[in-house]
């Protein structure tokens, strides 16, 4: 069974629905200029979907580190798909956030922010929300 062709069919599972997004937005981000650092980095505190390094241009020390919140939706709405990341939910990536740059010291001078990317159910649609929280 090819679970990516499923997906765009709308045809999959839950848990595969959420891991294509995951992978969709990854790829499109990558499409961006954005590097991936890790996916579905795990804490005690939580999970962070996907971490990327965003370099600015040619100014020293011009990087950003982007937490990355992944949502699929059936409706494209910003509404809904931001709604869906809790005020709990946000404290949760953060904590995950401020672990991963502890284990990471090489990041942790890095200007950091959160972004959501909503990925349609059908893998189609891309909606990029930078400093999302």
Known sequence: MNDKADCKKGNCKKENRGKQAELEANTYLQNQGLTTLELNFYSRFGEIDIILLQNKGKILNSKTLI????RSRKNMGYGSALESITVHKQQK???????FMLKNPQ????????????VSRNLKEIDWIKNAF
């Open 67 to 70: 937490f990355c919140e992944v």
């Open 93 to 99: 990536i953060i904590k995950t956030a401020q672990y």
């Open 107 to 118: 990041y942790a001078n890095l200007a950091a922010r959160f972004d959501v990317v909503i």
